[in-house]
């Protein structure tokens, strides 16, 4: 049997394109043009899904994307995609879908046994059991985990694409119903560029669920026809399957767009998706309406549907949604769906209507049709366990109008204009009560048309989207009088709504009532919430989750609004309504991250020398986006060996450093000393050119930012090194002052990082290696001495050679350009081979600066670290001012106890201390030990063959020689120090100067 | 997102640039007349204003130049820029 709900006429279905899809195994027939919710209905499914907490059986109750139940899992393995609607979600051939949040399956579910021994969880269960019995917590957390699953994520990397999209337009009009296409349609007209943006597959909106004409054509044939015209027009950007989750300062628009495959086995199914960023210039929202439910007991039986939606089944995808139907309404609307029904052949066997004299247009026709209809009356309660049976209705005083066998029942409670985009806007809202809903105040400057607007009736609503379209286009420029009429519809009179929140007097018993079915949030639960104070929306909702589903509370929050404005006696314009966050619908995180992922999440920077690295077996250490070769094991070697070996030769005979990452200024300009004077404590003027400088650069707070060597290279003309990680932050630094403050000075920047390449050969026979790889410089001491530079050629390239030294050695930078440097490179390694020339990486390179007692910016210093601090305090110019200088002299930044610079010895000569450990000066057994300080570099030293260590010790310089101690950092030990001189190899200097 | 103006390149998304605070902050000409607190406030207090809030920015990801921009701190709405040459 199959389909046995299918009408068997009218619909957009293609009869002629029958498909198969699966729900939990078992195989469902659609058509083409279905959903996978229409899919199911027209085969009597009607249990989806279990509810959050408690488990109830849950059915579907709207068509569209604000459903709190339809909640399903779409595909296998790397595909699949959790927490997405049936309602939405186009039937495909093959799809695989499965329900959520039941176990071990939707008909036998272990965890609705949750409902039957502890019938109901109070709204703030979660935060009182978090605050008491405590121990208790990983308990429950084990049970409502487990019960609160909500899809699972793919379990292999996603294979689809995810792309981001760029793009501005004069006019994004955001849904293609009725106001959309007419909006999208006027502002086409004058030639602005308009992208008109849908969630559904198919444009049209509400035209595809009701039998109304626009222009003496049928509502969906006229959608048809403006689609083709828009499609048509160049200057028109037509997206279907696209959602706007969210509007951001500056009108900034994000839509997801879920892309649909053409392959044949799955055509028509989702794979990956689009974030469109827009910048519109003029935004109309024709985002619709959604209808509100009823409070009555049992109101989440499946079953129970939106009467809305009903018609949506019924009109667009010809299915019967039950065989006997009974409506719920305080309104008009719902009539149209008993003319619906009963058009389609299917009885209406009672109208509920909480007005005591409905007497419009439609109801008056319903009447006529014979539907019965029972004004003041309610529905109090629903029978039925997986369905709805039957709904028994009363009068609003409780008197009992008897019990009316049903399986379809549908109600309505008005409709609430969705304004998430509206809010997100900043769009001012004002209480609307002819439609009891907060609806936009008119004048704001992004344009709401249709239902979103507050207007329900079809024909006012095309004239308003006319309007809005052409409004809007003019806004952004388009004003050539190029205006189109608005097509045309019959205006009907709809009688005035009632509104119904909180059942009167005993009805309100019945239990239990759903506000929130998603979150399964009662009417008890705002009750609770209110007496126990949390009385504003923002504080119902925190308390009792009302709202915070993956659906976002679309249906909850307009009901919730009128149910406690009554239960406070207050105005519902008052209590206000939960404030719309984005997203508007799940997005996938897919989409959001993009392409940024894996490798190009972050771009990752290499030296001209990487593959040489690579070659040689670097092993390699991040250093922000640097790759950096970190060091160079032999086969069967460790790290520690490796390490030990590089730091050997450079002492011994000559190692070769890739230090080409360290950042690059040129100064220059006839104000550059000048420049160097004021961002430097050092004095700079009076270095001749050819010679180097060390420097430090403070905060204005007196604080080390970076330092490092700066060379004159000629009269104007200044070469800064900065530290790696620094180069940017340093150059941004310095342009500030530059250009805000002393725009003056004729100095010019100019980042050359990336243009040279820099090698640094370390060790006492690196000269030797430099004459032998071939240079025209005069390499004798006396010629090109410690702390100068000189330019000229190596190994045929054009270079800068700075003697300047990280390790202590005899040193030569060697500055080449970039592209000629794997070339210098591997010149010098072969000219040093018969020396014993070895590579060394960043370890061997941070260990030999240690043993020198030279700071690492950031390793040594923090941000709260003064020159005098770390024993620099002679580079601080008396002569001059420079950043910083004033703080030096403020009282903290002299007091005798700040955190000084120095070496610590162990004990134990083996034992190297936890970079990081605490320094204090006993263990004991009072709780904290007062802090002397921590440790913050370590190593052993092989040319020492100890360990040592630096750190900042409260006081230390003053009490060189004192007993500390060091917490490990995994056990319980104290390690017995010595402090010292941070100095540990060659206090005189005397290496890097032969 | 913010839309700024940049006045060298045109309005660009936010993420181009870099805040540098409130403006009109000049660096006093001579810090060592001036008291530790006085010192202070030049380095550490800001107004922190609700409203009009005249504050720098940089074009860091276009054309690297520093300028100011007038922007509401309440609603985060933009209200002009302007170059360095062109401020009081
Ligand atoms: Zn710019």
Not at chain 1, 46 to 64: E, N
Not at chain 1, 151 to 163: I, K, L, M
Not at chain 1, 310 to 322: D, F
């Amino acid at each position: 049997m199959s389909q046995p709900f299918r009408l068997n006429r009218g619909g957009r279905i293609d009869r002629h394109a029958p498909l198969q899809f699966t729900f939990d195994g078992r195989p469902i027939d659609a058509y083409n043009g279905d959903t996978v919710a229409s899919g199911l209905l027209a085969n009597g499914v009607t249990l989806v899904g279990r509810s959050f907490k408690y488990h109830r059986p849950r059915g579907i109750v709207s068509a569209g994307a604000e459903d709190p139940n339809a909640f399903v899992q779409l595909g296998h393995g790397a595909r699949t995609l959790p927490n997405r609607l049936a309602t939405v979600t186009p039937a495909t051939p093959g799809l695989k879908v499965r329900h959520v949040n039941a176990w071990p399956s939707l008909e036998y579910d272990v965890m609705s046994a949750f409902g039957l021994v502890a019938p109901f969880i109070p709204a703030g269960f979660y935060y009182k059991t978090l605050m008491w019995p405590r121990r208790f917590w990983p308990l429950y957390e084990h049970f409502l985990r487990h019960a609160a699953g909500l899809g699972h994520a793919p379990d292999a990397p996603d294979p689809d694409r995810y792309d981001h999209v760029h793009a501005h337009c004069d006019v994004l009009v955001v849904g293609a119903g009725p106001a959309g296409l007419a909006a999208a349609h006027a502002a086409a007209h004058t030639g602005a560029r308009v992208i008109l943006a849908d969630e559904q597959a198919e444009p049209g909106g509400i035209l595809l669920s009701t039998c109304e004409h626009v222009d003496d054509q049928p509502g969906p044939n006229w959608a048809d026809a403006t689609v083709a015209k828009l499609s048509a027009a160049p200057n028109v950007t037509l997206l279907p399957n696209t959602t706007a989750f969210g509007l951001y300062e500056s009108n900034l628009v994000l839509l997801a767009e879920r892309l649909i495959t053409d392959q044949p086995d799955h055509a028509g199914s989702e794979h990956g998706a689009r974030i469109w960023r827009v910048l519109p210039k003029q935004i109309v929202l024709a985002t619709g309406a959604h209808e509100r439910p009823l409070l009555f007991g049992n109101n989440d039986r499946p079953g129970v549907m939106l009467a809305g939606a009903i018609s949506t089944y019924v009109n667009r995808y010809a299915v019967a949604p039950g065989s006997r139907a009974v409506l719920f309404t305080n309104n008009d609307s719902a009539y149209r769906t008993a003319l619906d029904l009963t058009d389609a052949g299917i009885p209406v066997a009672a109208i509920a209507d909480v007005r005591s004299d409905p007497d419009g247009d439609l109801p008056s026709e319903a009447r006529a049709q014979g539907i019965p209809v029972y004004p003041g009356a309610v529905v109090r309660h629903a029978h039925g366990g997986r369905r709805v049976a039957a709904a028994e209705l009363c009068s609003l005083d409780g008197d009992p109008l008897g019990t009316v066998e049903c399986d379809l029942l549908g109600v309505s409670g008005g409709f609430a204009p969705a304004l998430h985009l509206h809010a997100q806007a900043r769009g001012p809202s004002q209480w609307d009560p002819t439609l009891a809903a907060f609806a936009p105040k008119p004048g704001h400057g992004i344009h709401p048309a249709g239902a979103v607007a507050g207007e329900l009736e079809l024909a006012a609503t095309l004239r308003q989207g006319t309007q809005a379209g052409a409004t809007a286009a003019a806004a952004a420029g388009y004003s050539n009088g190029n205006e189109v009429e608005a097509p045309g519809a019959n205006d009907s009179t709809q009688a005035p709504i009632q509104p119904y929140w909180l059942p009167p007097g005993n009805l309100a018993r019945a239990k239990p009532q759903f506000v929130d079915l998603h979150e399964d949030v009662t009417l008890d639960d705002l009750r609770l919430s209110l007496r126990e104070g949390y009385e504003s929306i923002e504080h119902v909702k925190r308390y009792t989750t009302l709202g915070m589903g993956p659906d976002q509370g679309k249906l909850a929050n307009p009901l919730a609004t009128g149910v406690i404005a009554q239960l406070l006696g207050r105005d519902p314009a008052s209590v206000g309504t939960p404030r719309h966050r984005p997203a508007y619908s799940p997005v996938s995180l897919g989409a959001i991250a993009g392409r940024h992922i894996g490798p190009l999440a972050d771009p990752v920077r290499v030296t001209p020398m990487q593959e040489w690295h690579q070659v040689a077996g670097a092993r390699f250490e991040n250093v922000g986006q640097w790759r950096r070769a970190w060091y160079y094991p032999q086969p069967g070697e460790s790290m520690h060996d490796a390490v030990a070996r590089e730091c050997l030769a450079v002492r011994r005979r000559v190692g070769i450093l890739d230090y080409s990452t360290l950042g690059k200024i040129e100064v220059t300009g006839p104000d550059a000393g000048e420049f160097l004077d004021r961002v430097y404590t050092n004095a700079w003027k009076r270095l001749r050119p050819g010679r180097c400088r060390y420097g430090l650069m403070l905060g204005e707070d007196g604080m080390i930012f970076d330092d490092g060597v700066t060379a004159r290279l000629d009269d104007q003309r200044y070469l800064m090194f900065t530290s790696t990680a620094n180069a940017a932050p340093v150059l941004a630094w310095l342009e500030q002052w530059l250009q805000t403050e002393w725009p003056d000075l004729r100095v010019y920047l100019t980042s050359v990082s990336e243009h040279w390449s820099n090698i640094a050969l370390a060790g006492p026979r690196s000269r030797d290696v430099l004459a032998a790889a071939g240079t025209d410089i005069r390499l004798a001491r006396q010629d090109f001495p410690f702390m100068t530079f000189r330019e000229g050629h190596v190994a045929g390239v054009p270079a800068r050679v700075f003697r300047i030294s990280f390790s202590g050695e005899l040193s030569y930078e060697i500055n080449v350009p970039a592209d000629r440097a794997r070339h210098v490179w591997e010149a010098l390694v072969d000219a040093g081979r018969p020396l014993g020339i070895t590579p060394y990486g960043t370890e061997t390179m941070h260990v030999l600066r240690a043993e020198k007692g030279f700071i690492i910016v950031g390793q040594e210093t923090d941000g709260s670290v003064t020159p005098n601090d770390v024993g620099l305090g002679r580079l601080i110019s008396r002569r001059k001012d420079f950043l910083g200088k004033r703080s030096l002299s403020r009282p903290d930044s002299v007091r005798p106890d700040r955190k000084q610079l120095v070496g610590l010895l162990t004990d134990d000569p083996a034992q190297v201390l936890p970079e990081g450990g605490h320094v204090v000066d006993a263990p004991g057994p009072r709780r904290p030990l007062p802090m002397r300080g921590h440790v913050t570099s370590s190593y052993f030293s092989p040319v020492l063959g100890r360990s040592i260590a630096l750190a900042m010790v409260a006081g230390g310089r003053a009490t060189l020689g004192e007993r500390l101690h060091v917490a490990t950092l995994h056990d319980d030990r104290w390690l017995p120090v010595r402090s010292c001189n941070p100095v540990f190899y060659d206090p005189q200097g005397a290496r890097q100067h032969v | 997102m913010l839309l700024i103006p940049c006045p060298w390149c045109g309005p660009r998304e936010d993420d181009e640039f870099t805040f540098g605070g409130e403006a009109d902050i000049p660096r006093p000409t001579d810090p060592d007349a001036l008291t530790d607190e006085e010192w202070a406030d030049y380095l550490f207090m800001r107004d922190n204003r609700r409203g009009r809030h005249r504050e720098q920015w940089c074009h860091t990801a276009g054309c690297r130049r520093w300028f100011i921009v007038e922007r509401d701190t309440a609603t985060n709405q933009i209200l002009g820029a302007s170059t360095y040459d062109a401020s009081p």
